[in-house]
C-alpha cells in the first residue's frame, strides 16, 4: 500500500514495526474527487428517513475538501506505537501502548463498523497514563487496538472464514503472542460481538471483558422484534421500551442488511470518497443526527475532524468493500443474545445506543455481571464520542479483576 510504510520479516510470527506516511499526491487526489461529486437531488422528505440529507454532504465535502488536515490525526497515529503480524496467513495491524505503572492490567479494545482504530484514538492515555487524566496509579491499562481483517491497515482476506469466530481465535493468538498470560477485553459493535464469542471459546488468559454494546436480548424478545410482533407479555415498563429500540433497530439498518448480502457490489461508493462519507454516516438514526449537527455548525460530541478522521482512512486504504465483507461472513451468525458466557462481564447502557438493556436482561445473558450502569449521555460510539465516560467505565468495571 503506497499510503504505508512498514518493515518486513520472514519469521510470519514476527512482530514488525509499522509506521503511517501518507503520500500527497493521494491526498490531492481524494481533495479532486471530492470537488468533482456529481451531485443528486434533494431528498423529497424534511427527516433523515431516506438516508443522509443533501445539505449534510455538501457541507460534508466542503470543509472535507478545503480545510480539513489529514496530516493532524496522522502525527498521532504516528505517535503510537503500531505493529503488524501475520496470524492465519493475514497481517494484523495493531496499536500496542504499554503503561508505565506497574501491573497494568492489559486490555484488548476492538472496534466495529463503521469505526477503525480512529475510534479508540481518544482512550489510550487515559488508560495507559490514568494518573494524568484523573485517575490513579492502580487504574493503569497496557492497551492493544487491532484493525480488523479489512479494516484500515490490516490485511484484507483473500478467501472467505474471516467471521467473528476467527477473528476472536486471532485476538487470542494476538494477546498471547505479546506475551500476556492475563487480559480483558472491550468492545462495541462488531467488537463486543467478537469479544464475547472469544469469551466462549475457553482460552483461559482471557478473564474479563467491558462492554456497551452488549449481547443480552432475550430469545423470545429478538423473534418477536424481528418479525415486528407485539411485545411478549409480562415485561416490565423498562423492558417494553427496550422492546420497541430492538424493533426499530431491525427497521433501521438497511445498510448492514446490504453489506450481509452483496458487499462486492459497492462499486460505485468505493470509487468516491463522497460515497465512503454518506455509506458510513448512514449506520443508525440517532448517530446520524449527532453527525449531522457537527457539520451544521452545532457543537456535539463527535467533531467534524473525528468524522472526517475515520472516512479519510478508510479511503486511504480503500477498505470499504473489504470491511464491508464481514458482514456477509458474519451477520447470519450473529446473535445478540445470551451466549452462556461464564466470565466476568462489566456492562455499561448508554441512552443513544441502537437498543436498551435493562439490567434483568443483563443478569440473565452475563450470570457473573461485576458491573451495570445505565450512563446519562452517549450513544453507539462510545469510545469516540464520551471517551471519559468509557475510560471512567472500564477502570470501575473492571476493577476487580486487577
Not at 478545503?66 to 496522522?74: F, G, H, I, L, N
Not at 483473500?158 to 469466530?165: E, F, K, N, V
Not at 494476538?174 to 472469544?198: E, H, P, S
Not at 424481528?226 to 423492558?239: D, F, I, Q, R, V
Amino acid at each position: 500500500m503506497s499510503a504505508v510504510l512498514q518493515s518486513k520479516a520472514s519469521d510470519t510470527a514476527a512482530i514488525r514495526p509499522f509506521a503511517v506516511n501518507v503520500p500527497e499526491a493521494e491526498l490531492v487526489e481524494m481533495r479532486k474527487r471530492i470537488n468533482a461529486t456529481r451531485w443528486p437531488e434533494k431528498e423529497t422528505v424534511a427527516d433523515h428517513s431516506h438516508g443522509v440529507p443533501l445539505a449534510t454532504m455538501q457541507k460534508l465535502a466542503r470543509y472535507w475538501a478545503t480545510e480539513y488536515d489529514w496530516r493532524k490525526v496522522e502525527a498521532r497515529l504516528q505517535a503510537l506505537p503500531q505493529f503488524i503480524t501475520e496470524i492465519d496467513g493475514l497481517d494484523i495491524h495493531f496499536i500496542h501502548v504499554r503503561s508505565k505503572h506497574e501491573n497494568a492490567l492489559p486490555v484488548i479494545v476492538t472496534h466495529g463498523w463503521p469505526g477503525s482504530i480512529i475510534e479508540q484514538l481518544k482512550i489510550v492515555d487515559p488508560l495507559v497514563n490514568p494518573t494524568a487524566h484523573g485517575g490513579k496509579v492502580s487504574d493503569a491499562f497496557d492497551v492493544v487496538i487491532p484493525s480488523m481483517p479489512g479494516y484500515g491497515f490490516s490485511g484484507k482476506p483473500t478467501t472467505t472464514g474471516w467471521d467473528q469466530a476467527r477473528i476472536a481465535r486471532a485476538w487470542a493468538v494476538l494477546m498471547k503472542r505479546l506475551g500476556y498470560t492475563r487480559y480483558v477485553a472491550q468492545g462495541g459493535d462488531w467488537g463486543a460481538i467478537i469479544n464475547d464469542v472469544m469469551a466462549t471459546q475457553g482460552h483461559p488468559e482471557f478473564v474479563g471483558l467491558h462492554t456497551n454494546l452488549p449481547n443480552a436480548i432475550p430469545p423470545e424478545i429478538n423473534k418477536a422484534a424481528a418479525a415486528g410482533a407485539a411485545p411478549p407479555p409480562g415485561l416490565s415498563a423498562e423492558e417494553k421500551r427496550a422492546y420497541e429500540t430492538v424493533v426499530a433497530l431491525y427497521k433501521t439498518i438497511p445498510t448492514q442488511f446490504f453489506m450481509a448480502t452483496h458487499p462486492q457490489s459497492l462499486y460505485g461508493i468505493a470509487d468516491s470518497p463522497v460515497g465512503v462519507a454518506a455509506w458510513l454516516l448512514d449506520h443508525d438514526p440517532i448517530s446520524l443526527r449527532l453527525i449531522a449537527r457537527a457539520f451544521d455548525g452545532e457543537k456535539t460530541d463527535l467533531t467534524r475532524d473525528d468524522v472526517l478522521d475515520n472516512a479519510t482512512l478508510f479511503w486511504l486504504t480503500n477498505t470499504t468493500i473489504s470491511a464491508a465483507r464481514l458482514y456477509r461472513e458474519g451477520f447470519a451468525k450473529t446473535d445478540l443474545g445470551p451466549k452462556n458466557i461464564t466470565i466476568p462481564v462489566a456492562l455499561s447502557v448508554f441512552p443513544d445506543e441502537v437498543y436498551h438493556t435493562p439490567r434483568t436482561w443483563a443478569e440473565r445473558a452475563y450470570p457473573n455481571l461485576v458491573h451495570y450502569n445505565q450512563l446519562e449521555k452517549g450513544g453507539h460510539f462510545a469510545a469516540w464520542e464520551q471517551p471519559k465516560l468509557l475510560v471512567e467505565e472500564m477502570r470501575a468495571g473492571l476493577k476487580s479483576l486487577r
